[in-house]
């Protein structure tokens, strides 16, 4: 028969019941039982007592069930058959579970069959020792991490998997977007499978699922994954454009007011305003543009000239004038002495070639150019290339032999002596 001085839990963390390897010890012996531990003592196979934390004496006084046995039919001697059972009450962490096999289901974003698998942790307490012990453990020397995942894992699986597949159809989640609903599914699973760990005396503190396992291999998938994608990143595309286009015409409509802000503090500081300026452009072209003979493009031109300013208005109304009013030769060719020019603005007197008034500021509008005789009719018109009146050559003619201009109407050069048909 053995004696015992000293029984202690010899096992790791890792492990939820371990039986000491000493049986049929003697009374007096010495228990030990650390905290969140808990010891039972077996006697010729039957669970009897029950002891806490702390150091106990094997002995009748101290064991009520099994001491009453024991006085009675041995006189305190121990032919009996003797275990001690410790439980570990501790939280056991990090318990790994995964699926053996696929769940197969619909995917009911793109309505697609589907097979993933699942794998996390969990972390159990054993909170009724003696009903593992008794319902689970039985005879065996120990009740370890690994024993349980093997021990539970058909109820494990045959709840989860369902359940799983179900959470996933009836919340509508993506197959491309189900790790964003892991936390929500752990705590939903943990509370349907609480109850049937503790009918084994244990709780389930925490459930995990820390990874779903897509079928990346499957064609199907990857091309529904492609197109998933596909979504996202022509929606964010298309927004990224617009926002670009926006910011392009905010800056263009800014650098115009930039510009045009510019343009008119630079009329102010030169004294014309924005009016005056398009008057300006417009007598610009009209004075240069050489088919005014027309009738009516002359028309227009003097009714777009007509609010430009008053030098402008007395160039063109002295240049209707010559054409409508046709004088003699004579006359038409002598010289009249220049006259000084006024500012249409103020009336101060300019120096020659002046753009702007020395006086006021003003811009000033270059003079008409001078009137052309027509060769053939003698006519006086504005200028040009045809004559106004009877649509000859304004050019004047020159002689055939040596190129020199020649007057209208001369029968000889009178630069060669050259004839002239």
Not at 143 to 170: C, D, G, H, S
Not at 178 to 188: G, V
Not at 297 to 325: D, K
Request: aromatic share 8%; with cysteine; glycine share 10%.
């Amino acid at each position: 028969m053995a004696i015992a001085d000293v029984i202690k839990y010899e096992g790791d963390n890792s492990t939820f019941i371990w039986k000491h390897p000493l049986e049929d010890f003697n009374w007096g012996s010495q228990l030990i039982v650390h905290e969140s531990q808990e010891a039972v003592l077996f006697m010729s196979g039957q669970a009897l007592d029950s002891f806490g934390p702390g150091l106990h004496l094997l002995e009748t006084q101290n064991m009520p069930i099994a001491g009453g046995f024991f006085k009675r039919a041995t006189d305190d001697r121990t032919p009996f058959h003797c275990e001690v059972y410790f439980i570990n009450k501790t939280e056991q962490m990090a318990i790994k579970w995964g699926t053996d096999t696929k769940m197969e289901y619909v995917e009911p974003t793109y309505g697609f069959p589907l097979q993933i698998g699942a794998c996390g942790e969990m972390n159990v307490r054993l909170e009724d020792g003696r009903k593992l012990l008794i319902n689970v453990v039985g005879t065996e020397h120990s009740f370890t991490q690994m024993q349980l995942v093997q021990k539970f894992r058909a109820f494990l699986l045959v709840r989860l998997k369902p359940y799983m597949v179900n959470y996933i159809k009836e919340n509508r989640i993506s197959i491309f977007e189900i790790d964003e609903h892991l936390q929500t599914m752990s705590d939903s699973i943990k509370a349907s499978l609480s109850t049937d760990f503790q009918s084994y005396g244990l709780s389930l503190e925490q459930f995990f699922i820390t990874s779903v396992l897509k079928p990346e291999e499957d064609r199907n998938y990857r091309r529904f994954k492609d197109l998933h994608f596909r979504n996202y990143a022509d929606v964010a595309e298309a927004k990224l454009r617009q926002q670009v286009g926006v910011i392009d015409q905010q800056t263009a409509a800014q650098r115009m007011v930039i510009e045009a802000q510019g343009i008119a503090q630079k009329r102010s500081l030169e004294g014309y305003t924005y009016q005056d300026e398009r008057g300006f452009d417009v007598a610009e072209r009209v004075a240069s543009n050489q088919a005014v003979g027309q009738m009516t493009n002359l028309g227009i031109g003097m009714g777009m000239i007509s609010g430009i300013g008053g030098t402008v208005g007395n160039h063109v109304g002295g240049m209707m004038q010559n054409v409508l009013s046709p004088k003699d030769a004579t006359a038409e060719n002598t010289a009249t002495p220049p006259t000084a020019a006024k500012c249409p603005k103020c009336g101060a007197t300019l120096p020659e070639n002046a753009k702007f008034c020395l006086e006021c500021g003003a811009k000033v509008e270059p003079p008409a150019p001078p009137a052309v005789v027509c060769p053939k009719c003698g006519a006086k018109v504005a200028g040009g290339k045809f004559c106004l009146e009877c649509g000859a050559p304004l050019t004047p003619p020159t002689c055939p032999k040596c190129g020199k201009p020649v007057a209208a109407g001369a029968k000889f050069c009178g630069e060669c002596g050259e004839k002239l048909s």
